[in-house]
């Protein structure tokens, strides 16, 4: 009964490959969100989607490219991935559209390795 | 751009003390979030503090917020080991949607 969930939680792949990370959330939530954490501990929006719609794209590079098939799923595809990119992505979910700072639930996370 | 600032870095206590963690933010909030992060694991609410409120408790959690100075504190009565882990706190971005969290604090309790 998992509420978000990441597959896969380790991904270790070499430069200029193309991957993706699955997010799912059965909390019936309307807005879902993809962040990346450094090696710092560093946490960064990265993007948000509610009800389907791309709502926040924070200067992120277009090699990344989300895509929500419904509002229960977030997926996020990374194109030619680059050294960089290694990092650990959490997908988050929470209740109300537009509401201000709601509470977020987050996924266990992805771990990226590029090689 | 990241608005928290989570002070101290690093904090080291023994089981049973009391843990404070500060947090300065930069632009005015409709509130402000703490969370807390097992290693290895993803971010988990704690507590959230409305604009309007001074303190809030939650168990063994307190926490103020300061608007005028932009300040908040989480503090942890009673530590326990398994209160291992780094606190982030997080105020909303401008667009309302997502958070905008600081560095955090690593908190280490021994038995």
């Known amino acids: 009964d998992t509420a978000v969930s990441q597959t896969p939680k380790y991904l270790v792949t070499q430069m200029g490959n193309d991957k993706s990370i699955k997010c799912e959330q059965n909390l019936g939530h309307d807005t879902m969100y993809w962040y990346k954490q450094d090696s710092k501990k560093f946490l960064k929006i990265m993007f948000s989607y509610n009800n389907k719609e791309l709502i926040i794209n924070e200067t992120v590079p277009n090699r990344f490219s989300p895509k929500s098939p419904d509002k229960a799923h977030l997926n996020l595809h990374i194109n030619s991935l680059e050294l960089g990119d290694s990092a650990v992505y959490f997908c988050a979910s929470s209740p109300l559209a537009g509401g201000p700072g709601d509470t977020q639930y987050f996924g266990p996370g992805t771990r990226l390795t590029v090689l | 751009s990241q608005q928290g600032e989570e002070d101290p870095q690093a904090l080291s206590i023994q089981e049973g003390e009391n843990a404070t963690m500060n947090c300065s933010y930069k632009t005015s909030i409709n509130n402000l979030q703490w969370y807390r992060q097992n290693s290895g694991r993803g971010l988990v609410h704690l507590i959230l503090?409305?604009?309007?409120?001074r303190e809030k408790h939650s168990g063994r959690l307190r926490v103020t917020l300061d608007t005028s100075k932009k300040s908040s504190s989480l503090l942890i009565t009673a530590s326990r080991a398994a209160d291992t882990a780094s606190y982030f706190c997080a105020t909303n971005s401008n667009s309302g949607y997502a958070l905008n969290f600081g560095k955090g604090t690593s908190l280490l309790v021994t038995p």
């Open positions: 503090i409305r604009s309007n409120e």
